[in-house]
């Protein structure tokens, strides 16, 4: 993707990102890869709950209306002019292609007309620098578990912008998972934080649900069978013409779901001797995890790291934070750069 | 005046450089790769042959559909964040205008057929003097439906030009019969500099579109849309 040039100048660099890979519209300038000037989110959530999920089309209409306000909206805020940047980041992959377009076209528009770098981030990564935002002396190396609606994915960084990707979902994304039990159980969109709250009254242990590959010999993870575990016992009780348990439902299942990410990233952690563990994406901000992997990390001697609920969300800041440090690498994306809806972090 | 054209609506994308009347370049790729790839590079190499820079241009004109709508989005975007950052003026003008305005000197009546695939058209009938005037309403639908409305109002010969005359010519000889001519295939597609020289008249009357607020001209709803409102006029 990348190609070096010559070296930028010293601090004071303003970057532009720019976010549109799935339902959010962000813009967000942030300078010197450590301080926020702006960070602002179009959420489309409400749009897409009218579907029950997020519909591509309508995300792209919705982006190519709303790109031009929110990037004007973070430039005012960041009460700086397109003049002034340094540099623009934007996510090209993976996402929707339709709505990865979006932000692309406009960030591509935008860096010729300034003739200033562009500079192509993958959203994955974007989600690791929502940390090193949030805690810019934290040093690897580390483990990362991102976790949201689109992905599960755990990854070793020995250094900032070099990856292993140790495993990652065979099937469903923990987040989608989360969404697609609830709508069986006929709760709002979107249902993982809506799974979260009716938790806090249930019993983890009411229903035994499957723990799929917590033994395996492998940093994947599978959620389909747990997801066709419970909305079987969902379907029983509805026959049954019982009253479904809800909250128990609810514990039940985000501890099964815990149990694994948390016994997976504190293993590839004891095995990589990482004393560091970054927690990110939408998932990130579910309070049961967070608790459970402070618990288990504690006991062995780590420490874990989660960013603030604002940028646990898809958003624009970490992808202008992981552009500046590509940026300052001298790392320049081409113009003929294209959307990759499958794109895997360490490819180009 | 000078102003930058941008058309990536159809498989066919181009660029072009307007200085007054004149066209000082024009770029046209109908190839397979997609408008992600091929617009940027071929902007910045129109504006580097010609000499030309954001502080150079006085407006840009971009096709705004109908099309292919991530063709249509991708351009739209770009024109957009292009006026916005140069501080220029913005103008969209449809495909099917530019279509009319484009072949309008070899017949009065033009019909603009964009392809929607599976028989169906975007299209709209103009007479044009100069400037394209609309005759019918906008069409997104059937081909066939549509030549029935444009043989009840346009007077032989009819000129037919667009992607979605080439798709469905024989359709559209069995209908129209003789009177239904056909440009020459340099003029059948869209060109960046019809989207100019109409954007450039549009803007020397004081015409402008907001590049915080211009949207793509789509003429259809998304299917999923399509099918929520079925369902709810159903369940009325
Ligand atoms: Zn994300």
Same mark, same amino acid.
């Given at each position: 993707m990348a190609e070096k040039q010559g070296l930028p100048e010293g601090p004071g660099a303003l970057v532009l990102g720019i976010e549109t890979s799935c339902d959010e519209t962000a813009a967000s300038v942030v300078r010197d890869g450590r301080e926020i000037l702006s960070n602002v989110i179009a959420s489309q959530v409400d749009l897409h709950r009218l579907f029950g999920g997020v519909v591509p089309e309508i995300a792209s209409r919705k982006h190519i209306e709303l790109i031009m306000p929110v990037i004007d909206l973070a430039l005012k805020k960041a009460d700086t002019k397109p003049e002034a940047l340094s540099a623009i980041a934007v996510t090209y992959g993976p996402g929707l292609v339709g709505a990865l377009l979006v932000g692309l076209s406009a960030a591509k528009a935008m860096a010729l007309a300034l003739d200033c770098p562009l500079v192509g981030i993958n959203h994955i990564e974007g989600h690791i620098y929502a940390n090193v935002l949030q805690y810019p002396e934290v040093e690897p190396p580390l483990i990362c578990l991102t976790v949201s609606g689109g992905h599960t994915d755990l990854l070793y960084i020995d250094e900032y912008g070099h990856y292993e990707i140790l495993g990652r979902t065979r099937d469903d994304a923990a987040g989608e998972a989360f969404d697609k039990i609830a709508r069986v159980m006929g709760?709002?969109?979107? #249902?993982g934080p809506e799974i979260a709250r009716m938790a806090?009254? #249930?019993?983890?242990?009411a229903i035994d649900f499957p723990r799929g590959?917590?033994?395996?010999?492998?940093y994947d993870f599978s959620f389909s069978g747990l997801k066709t575990a419970a909305i079987n016992h969902i379907h029983t009780l509805e026959q049954r013409g019982e009253e479904l348990p809800v909250a128990d439902i609810a514990a039940s299942l985000q501890a099964a779901i815990v149990d694994v990410l948390t016994n997976k990233t504190i293993a590839a952690a004891k095995a990589y001797g990482a004393k560091t563990v970054f927690l990110s994406g939408g998932v990130a901000a579910n309070e049961g995890l967070r608790t459970q992997l402070d618990l288990l990390a504690t006991a062995q001697g780590m420490r874990v790291y989660y960013p603030s609920p604002v940028l646990c969300t898809d958003n624009a800041a970490m992808i202008a934070c992981a552009g500046y440090y590509r940026y300052r690498r001298g790392e320049r994306s081409p113009w003929d750069l294209n959307a990759v809806p499958n794109l895997r972090l360490g490819e180009t | 005046m000078r102003v930058l054209g941008i058309d990536t609506a159809t498989a066919t994308g181009s660029v072009a450089l307007l200085d007054g009347e004149q066209v000082v370049g024009e770029y046209l790729l109908n190839i397979q790769a997609t408008h992600s790839e091929r617009l940027l590079p071929a902007l910045v190499l129109i504006l580097e042959d010609a000499g030309w820079s954001g502080e150079t241009i006085d407006g840009i004109a971009v096709a705004t559909g109908p099309g292919s709508f991530t063709g249509l989005r991708i351009g739209v975007a770009t024109a957009k964040a292009l006026a916005y950052t140069w501080g220029k003026p913005l103008i969209g003008v449809t495909v099917l205008e530019g279509l009319a305005f484009q072949v309008g000197f070899a017949a009065e009546w033009v019909t603009s057929l964009v392809d929607a695939r599976h028989g169906e058209v975007y299209g709209c009938l103009y007479r044009v003097n100069g400037i394209p005037e609309m005759v019918t309403q906008y069409w997104a639908g059937p081909i066939g439906d549509f030549l029935q409305e444009v043989v009840a109002v346009a007077q032989a010969p009819i000129c037919f030009a667009g992607d979605g005359a080439v798709a469905y010519w024989e359709t559209i000889t069995e209908i129209v019969g003789n009177g239904a001519k056909r440009p020459i295939s340099n003029s059948i597609h869209l060109r960046a500099s019809s989207i100019a020289l109409l954007g450039r008249q549009r803007l020397l009357a004081g015409e402008r579109h907001d590049p915080l607020a211009l949207a793509p001209l789509y003429l259809r709803l998304a299917e999923a849309e399509r099918k929520l409102r079925a369902k709810r006029r159903k369940c009325r």
């Open positions: 709760l709002d969109y979107p #249902g806090v009254d #249930g019993d983890p242990k590959l917590m033994q395996a010999d492998t | -």
